[in-house]
């Protein structure tokens, strides 16, 4: 495949912009973090751990994402069916760059390398990331219901979550109009600007429109989170805690809404201290709080950067390389689709 040459970028957001509100999000967030930390009862915690419940957490933590590339080949049968090998490796290449580098580049590389490797048009492997991300916010949204009623009220988080649902579940509703209506979907927005934008994205989520390989991948979806909740339940319960599932869920449930804002790499700093929240709110007392965050963080990190180091020493570029083509490859797919007259 010939590199392509991104084109003359238009004067915007300065490209350091977002990488510095990320890192200074993970800077505010450590030190709220590590305030008055308990170091001592950190190693105390870290002496006693049961490894064979850590051992079955990274087992399930690996499981989500395979549980991901199966999804996501699902998702893009109707337009290209890509071999699960590739998107295995698309997904673990993209959560490796997810933790080295800021602002989660790692969602445009992780396309790019599936569009590479298969036959589905970057367009396409963009549009169908979208879907799954807005698949996973009704999940949350779900997720989250069906245990508030288990757990109790907090009102700052309950603010949060009805921020998020009002977000995602229009979204959700837009996606399904395009998928079994276009023409109404188009009917919504104007032509000009970014209406025109997004009645590129309603075309493309059209295509992708089967209800077969949609409804297939929103349940697996479904064994996408039980496997997560799992995870985080097993190094819990690793560090002698006895949480219910139904907390497990909140948690995991808190923490992805708390680190979807583009932040430092490994959402480090967000993720520890949406967790500390969810934690504080009825779970545990602020100290065990901050030391089992940490916990955490580091067993559901490690295992995904040591797995997506050798998803992408066998990709065939080096890091470097792998970023340059996705950012001249995404580039040039936003300049062809500007040039395409909309319907």
């Known amino acids: 495949m010939n590199v392509v040459e991104a084109p003359q970028a238009r004067k915007g957001m300065p490209s350091w912009l977002v990488p510095t509100f ?9 030190v709220w973090v590590f305030a008055k ?24 933590e690996l499981a989500v994402y395979f549980l991901e590339a199966w999804r996501w080949m699902v998702m893009l049968r109707p337009v290209g069916s890509p071999k699960y090998a590739a998107c295995v490796q698309s997904v673990f290449v993209g959560l490796f760059v997810n933790d080295v580098l800021p602002a989660r580049a790692g969602e445009v590389i992780r396309c790019f390398l599936l569009s590479y490797k298969s036959d589905v048009p970057l367009s396409l492997a963009l549009t169908s990331d979208f879907i799954m991300r807005i698949m996973d916010g009704v999940w949350v949204v779900l997720i989250y219901l069906l245990v508030t009623f288990q757990i109790g009220n907090h009102v700052a988080v309950d603010r949060v979550m009805w921020v998020f649902a009002s977000v995602v579940l229009p979204v959700a509703g837009l996606i399904l109009l395009a998928v079994f209506h276009k023409h109404k979907a188009h009917g919504l927005v104007g032509s000009n600007g970014w209406a025109a934008k997004f009645r590129h994205l309603m075309d493309e989520i059209h295509r992708l429109g089967h209800w077969g390989p949609l409804g297939g991948s929103m349940a697996i979806g479904g064994l996408y989170w039980a496997a997560q909740i799992g995870a985080i339940w097993a190094i819990t319960r690793a560090d002698g805690f006895y949480f219910s599932a139904a907390d497990m869920a ?46 955490i963080f580091a067993f559901m990190t490690l295992p995904l950067v040591i797995a997506g180091a050798i998803a992408t020493a066998s990709a ?20 062809a689709r500007t040039a395409v007259p909309q319907e």
């Open 250 to 295: 909140y948690l995991a449930v808190v923490k992805t809404v708390g680190t979807l804002i583009p932040n430092a790499p490994a959402n480090v700093g967000a993720f520890q201290a949406a967790t500390v929240i969810a934690l504080e709110a009825s779970l545990t007392e602020p100290g065990d709080a901050k030391v089992l965050a940490q916990i």
């Open 37 to 60: 930390f308990p170091f001592g009862q950190l190693l105390e915690h870290l002496r006693t751990l049961d490894w064979w419940w850590i051992a079955v957490a990274v087992v399930l």
């Open 22 to 30: 990320g890192y200074g999000v993970a800077a505010v967030a450590l």
């Open 316 to 335: 065939g570029f080096n890091l470097g390389e792998l970023k340059r083509r996705a950012e001249a490859a995404h580039a040039a797919d936003k300049l």
